[in-house]
């Protein structure tokens, strides 16, 4: 079954202005990862926060997390065409660390 | 470098049929993953792996197969294609040391059309 939820579905923006995507879950976590597809390929790993940190940064990608509300977002600045993707976030299980519970994605187009 | 990698790319086969599709990894990984991924559904688990003769179903097990004979090996086996299981297979792998992250690193897919 699907746990995370990613909004938006799609999103289509300008290069060099940021983008943000959201993910809700619904079960408590260890932690929550983001990947990103190309098209055509398969998924890579972007970014792991735990659940006892609130905001994580990797080069151009923010991310955060609120437990409380059982959600996270990520956050590209200064977009770039090369990162036109899918994102999709991904939880584990408390009770089960070694499964992931993925989201249907965010599909992200940065037009040049 | 270590990788992950599936073949074949590219299948195409008739209703009925037995399939089998490859998934190698070179990471020394004690988890092994085959998802299914359709439009709408994002990422469906069909099987996983813990370990070596280690096998568990996912949410959508039925009409697949798995086996773990080695660490580096977990081939998926539709044992009657049908058109419903025509999709995109991936392959995924990841650690599982106490305190460290379940990352999961990803073959680059195989395609599979049941006509």
């Known amino acids: 079954s699907q746990q995370g939820e990613e909004d938006p579905q799609a999103l289509s923006i300008q290069e060099g202005e940021n983008a943000t995507m959201n993910c809700s879950y619904k079960?408590?976590?260890?932690?929550l990862q983001w990947y990103r597809q190309n098209s055509g390929r398969g998924l890579v790993h972007l970014i792991l926060?735990?659940?006892n940190e609130r905001e994580k940064h990797s080069g151009r990608l923010r991310v955060t997390l609120d437990t409380s509300k059982k959600s996270s977002s990520l956050l590209i600045t200064a977009s770039r065409a090369a990162d036109t993707a899918s994102y999709f976030c991904a939880t584990d299980d408390a009770g089960n660390n070694r499964k992931l519970i993925w989201g249907l994605g965010t599909s992200l187009a940065v037009n040049p | 470098d270590a990788e992950i990698t599936q073949s074949p790319r590219h299948k195409i086969t008739e209703t009925g049929r037995q399939v089998t599709l490859a998934c190698h990894q070179t990471w020394n990984h004690n988890n092994m993953f085959w998802y299914r991924q359709d439009l709408g559904h994002g990422l469906r688990l069909i099987h996983y792996s813990y370990g070596v003769h280690d096998t568990n179903k996912g949410e959508v097990s039925d009409g697949y197969s798995v086996s773990r004979s080695n660490t580096e090996d977990l081939p998926l086996t539709l044992e009657s294609a049908a058109s419903s299981q025509t999709s995109v297979y991936f392959c995924?792998?990841?650690?599982?040391?106490?305190?460290?992250?379940?990352?999961?690193?990803f073959g680059p897919g195989t395609r599979l059309t049941v006509l």
């Open positions: 926060i735990r659940s």
């Open positions: 079960t408590s976590i260890n932690n």
């Open positions: 995924a792998s990841s650690e599982s040391m106490a305190g460290r992250g379940n990352e999961q690193f």
